[in-house]
């Protein structure tokens, strides 16, 4: 049995097509007025007291290395991104994106 193209477009998901109702916000999506997650003050986040993550962890360690520096293995996500901005801008490296 053969089927049109129409039928077969028919069962495709529309990727335009959101699954959101009108006016209510995409997750991921900019809002107005509010910076993005990178933007924000690492004491404003509300996972800010947690033990870094590996990657925070493994990417310090390269950081610290490169600056002859040595860390606490014990920092928050916080600390170690508030480390990891600075060294950074000690070492040269471009913020990771």
Known sequence: ????????????????????????????????GSPGTTEKNPDDWVTGDEPMTGAQRSYLDTLARQAGEQLSPDLTKAQASEHIERLQQQTGRPPSS
Do not use: C, I, V, Y
Request: charge should be negative; avoid cysteine.
């Open 1 to 32: 049995m053969q089927t049109s193209s129409s039928d077969q477009n028919s069962e495709q998901p529309d990727p335009s097509d959101s699954g959101a109702a009108a006016g209510e916000a995409m997750l991921g999506a900019p809002r107005e």
